[in-house]
């Protein structure tokens, strides 16, 4: 009996705070309105013949409490119907939706007493809106019951999971990738004050390991790696597959699900997540049964598995919508001055930053970031076991702007705000959580190979099969030489004359299709489609004479990759070394490339879906710096530098991931000791079985016909 009076007297007093706090808030919300409806000329809460300050008060208490219930109510319905609307124009939207909820708000005023332009409504909501939700956590923040409710709300949740749904005391694991960041990048922010979060955790005993990538350190080969325990014929971001026809983008939708599909057969289960998991922002799903933003999930049909569904919980918010799009418009300026600055004082290395690429970055940076990590919280207040998400900020940010200065910097210090934010969240989660940070690969600096040289890789690909080339390659010292080795090795070849644009006479067959020319960072791949097999260097030499010569004597060059009739595949090397694939040693021509370059290749060369020409950019050790194939100044997907150098960040609590003196090689083998943990942490994790994926109805946009050309895409 004294137990249920003790509860039934609990709840009505956690009613009255309640009710006290909402009265509060709609207060604090009239006199914001009152104050500036005072200061704004545009906007009046007053009649034409003016009124008393108590009857101008009541109207704006009126209007206060119209537009919150507004907010409440209807703002969900549109966020709801809006869906379908791309999300960058869902985020230049929110202000002016808001803003039309205020004038809603007025009209509804009685005897016509409230009224604003339309430009001052966007003001005078996002004022209003912030304010509200400003004092609403102010009241909330001593009061622990009350913060949890409001966290439940912001991450679009009404309720805890039921108590029996979790495992009581057994703690979960929170997965947080940071998309880019290699170990290099991520101890000097720690050394600079950047990251004041991770460095505390580091002081309390928190594991920071290395990890080696494998050839392809890219997000796609290693997310695929860490998420499902196989990277198996992942060979690039971008590769064609002679078999299908097919050019695999690894951040388009249909060729996610593909991926995702083939590792699933290869592993027999579905992934990290199956048991009880939430995927957040990554290109793949991991068998979670809770997705937001999940790429390989966009290409399915379906309400469920609509990739901005993710979106509904956050932006239902109109507090959230408003404050992430502020965050928006302030990015985009950010980077329009960050750009010019970098134009006015001459910074080299640059890209170009024009365009479209300032909403792009604003999304990845505020939008996506702000979506994920309110997701991550909601998974942690519903007690999930395992939840895997990815914060891509910095690697979008490092293409354009650098992996080092000042731009970088200012995003590493706000990913260390939204990792301390779910680390106070997850002290109000119903079970306790492990928080692990990872990355995927690094990035290396340096000048783009068109840069640096005057044409790009498929220029100089071109210039030595002795097809025809820009003018303004031809005139590049590089362009010059390929193109005059290419027509005496074809002159030598034949024992014929050519004419100055490298054609031979007529008697000739008609000349094959042009190759296949990609690029993933300072990795390219140079297939030929009309050969349905993976060609030899004894083949490519009678087609091409020059084309191999040419790319492995370039200056920005490392080395290539090709197959042998006589020695099963090569490697050769600018300074002319030649080394089969079966002798390969880190202390042989790849030596500057560091330990486990030799492992990396010779695994990438047992793929199925090898190019026929593996080309590798040059590496400075001394400057740690590259060349990409596409127009980044920080790049990754090859072999170099910081690229292939990621980390994980663990709880001493975890077991160590590697014994001592051993390496953590590989994005399968950090699958493995994710596993590890996840079976320390809850309990042996019985995988689901195969999770099916139904194949794209949009499958079709990936099938690359042979004579098309290959449309670069820089999203990685």
């Known amino acids: 009996m004294g137990d249920g009076r003790w509860g039934g007297a609990d709840r009505w007093r956690s009613a009255g705070r309640t009710v006290a706090r909402v009265l509060v808030v709609w207060g604090v919300s009239t006199l914001t309105m009152l104050l500036l409806a005072g200061l704004l000329p545009d906007f009046q809460l007053q009649s034409a013949d003016g009124d008393s300050f108590t009857r101008t008060a009541l109207t704006a208490a009126t209007a206060a409490g119209a537009f919150g219930l507004l907010g409440a109510l209807v703002w969900p319905l549109i966020v709801r119907a809006l869906l379908l609307v791309p999300a960058l124009v869902l985020g230049l939207l929110v202000f002016f939706l808001n803003g039309s909820l205020l004038l809603v708000a007025l009209w509804l005023i009685p005897d016509g007493r409230g009224a604003a332009d339309p430009e001052t409504a966007v003001v005078v909501a996002a004022v209003m809106s912030a304010v509200a939700s400003a004092t609403s956590t102010a009241l909330a923040v001593r009061d622990d019951d009350a913060y949890r409710r409001r966290l439940y709300r912001l991450t679009g949740r009404t309720r805890p999971r039921d108590p029996g749904d979790t495992a009581g005391s057994v703690p979960g694991t929170v997965f947080l990738q940071l998309d880019g960041v290699g170990h290099h990048v991520l101890r000097?922010?720690?050394?600079?004050?950047?990251?004041?979060?991770?460095?505390?955790?580091?002081?309390?005993?928190?594991?920071?390991?290395?990890?080696?990538?494998?050839?392809?350190?890219?997000?796609?080969?290693?997310?695929?790696?860490?998420?499902?325990?196989?990277?198996?014929?992942?060979?690039?971001?971008?590769?064609?597959?002679?078999?299908?026809?097919?050019?695999?983008?690894?951040?388009?939708?249909?060729?996610?699900?593909?991926?995702?599909?083939?590792?699933?057969?290869?592993?027999?289960?579905?992934?990290?997540?199956t048991v009880d998991g939430a995927s957040r922002g990554n290109l793949f799903s991991g068998g979670a049964d809770q997705l937001a933003l999940v790429l390989s999930m966009a290409a399915?049909?379906?309400?469920?598995?609509?990739?901005?569904?993710?979106?509904?919980?956050?932006?239902?918010?109109?507090?959230?919508?408003?404050?992430?799009?502020?965050?928006?418009?302030?990015?985009?300026?950010?980077?329009?001055?960050?750009?010019?600055?970098?134009?006015?004082?001459?910074?080299?290395?640059?890209?170009?930053?024009?365009?479209?690429?300032?909403?792009?970055?604003?999304?990845?940076?505020?939008?996506?970031?702000?979506?994920?990590?309110?997701?991550?919280?909601?998974?942690?207040?519903?007690?999930?076991?395992?939840?895997?998400?990815?914060?891509?900020?910095?690697?979008?940010?490092?293409?354009?702007?650098?992996?080092?200065?000042?731009?970088?910097?200012?995003?590493?210090?706000?990913?260390?705000?939204?990792?301390?934010?779910?680390?106070?969240?997850?002290?109000?989660?119903?079970?306790?959580?492990?928080?692990?940070?990872?990355?995927?690969?690094?990035?290396?600096?340096?000048?783009?190979?068109?840069?640096?040289?005057?044409?790009?890789?498929?220029?100089?690909?071109?210039?030595?099969?002795?097809?025809?080339?820009?003018?303004?390659?031809?005139?590049?010292?590089?362009?010059?030489?390929?193109?005059?080795?290419?027509?005496?090795?074809?002159?030598?070849?034949?024992?014929?004359?050519?004419?100055?644009?490298?054609?031979?006479?007529?008697?000739?067959?008609?000349?094959?299709?042009?190759?296949?020319?990609?690029?993933?960072?300072?990795?390219?791949?140079?297939?030929?489609?009309?050969?349905?097999?993976?060609?030899?260097?004894?083949?490519?030499?009678?087609?091409?004479?020059?084309?191999?010569?040419?790319?492995?004597?370039?200056?920005?060059?490392?080395?290539?990759?090709?197959?042998?009739?006589?020695?099963?595949?090569?490697?050769?090397?600018?300074?002319?070394?030649?080394?089969p694939v079966t002798e390969l040693a880190d202390g042989g021509p790849l030596a500057v490339f560091g330990r486990g370059a030799a492992r990396a290749v010779r695994r990438t060369d047992g793929f199925p879906h090898v190019a026929d020409i593996m080309v590798n950019s040059m590496y400075d050790p001394a400057t740690g710096t590259v060349h990409a194939f596409e127009e980044q100044i920080g790049s990754h997907g090859g072999l170099g530098g910081e690229q292939s150098h990621a980390f994980l960040l663990s709880p001493p609590d975890l077991s160590p991931p590697v014994g001592a003196g051993e390496e953590l090689v590989g994005a399968e083998q950090v699958h493995q000791v994710l596993r590890r943990w996840l079976r320390e942490s809850s309990g042996p994790q019985v995988p689901l079985g195969p999770v099916e994926i139904a194949p794209s109805a949009d499958a079709s946009e990936s099938l690359l016909p042979v004579d098309d050309p290959v449309a670069p895409d820089k999203n990685h």
């Open 300 to 579: 399915r049909r379906g309400r469920r598995n609509r990739s901005r569904a993710g979106y509904f919980a956050y932006f239902s918010d109109p507090a959230n919508a408003v404050r992430t799009a502020g965050s928006l418009v302030t990015e985009c300026f950010r980077e329009m001055y960050q750009s010019t600055r970098a134009l006015l004082r001459r910074e080299t290395p640059r890209v170009s930053r024009g365009g479209t690429y300032p909403f792009v970055r604003a999304f990845a940076t505020v939008v996506e970031r702000d979506v994920v990590v309110s997701a991550v919280m909601g998974d942690m207040l519903a007690g999930r076991t395992a939840v895997y998400a990815d914060l891509v900020a910095y690697d979008e940010v490092a293409h354009h702007s650098g992996p080092h200065g000042r731009d970088t910097d200012q995003v590493l210090a706000r990913l260390d705000r939204a990792i301390g934010l779910i680390a106070t969240v997850a002290e109000h989660a119903p079970r306790p959580y492990r928080i692990v940070l990872l990355s995927d690969h690094g990035q290396s600096p340096g000048e783009t190979f068109e840069s640096a040289y005057g044409l790009t890789l498929k220029d100089l690909v071109r210039a030595g099969c002795g097809l025809p080339v820009p003018r303004r390659v031809r005139r590049t010292r590089s362009g010059s030489e390929a193109r005059d080795a290419a027509r005496d090795a074809l002159r030598s070849a034949l024992h014929r004359p050519v004419d100055e644009s490298g054609e031979t006479a007529r008697e000739l067959p008609a000349r094959p299709s042009e190759p296949v020319v990609l690029a993933s960072g300072n990795l390219g791949l140079v297939s030929f489609p009309d050969v349905p097999h993976r060609m030899t260097r004894e083949e490519i030499d009678r087609r091409h004479p020059a084309l191999l010569r040419t790319l492995a004597h370039h200056p920005g060059v490392g080395f290539v990759l090709v197959a042998s009739a006589e020695h099963g595949s090569v490697v050769i090397a600018r300074d002319g070394a030649e080394v």
């Open 188 to 273: 000097g922010a720690v050394a600079d004050g950047l990251m004041p979060t991770v460095a505390g955790w580091l002081d309390t005993g928190h594991r920071l390991t290395p990890w080696r990538t494998d050839w392809s350190s890219q997000t796609g080969a290693s997310q695929l790696g860490i998420l499902h325990g196989s990277n198996e014929d992942v060979p690039a971001f971008r590769w064609y597959e002679k078999d299908t026809g097919r050019l695999m983008v690894s951040n388009r939708p249909a060729s996610a699900v593909e991926l995702q599909r083939r590792a699933v057969r290869r592993t027999g289960d579905g992934g990290l997540l």
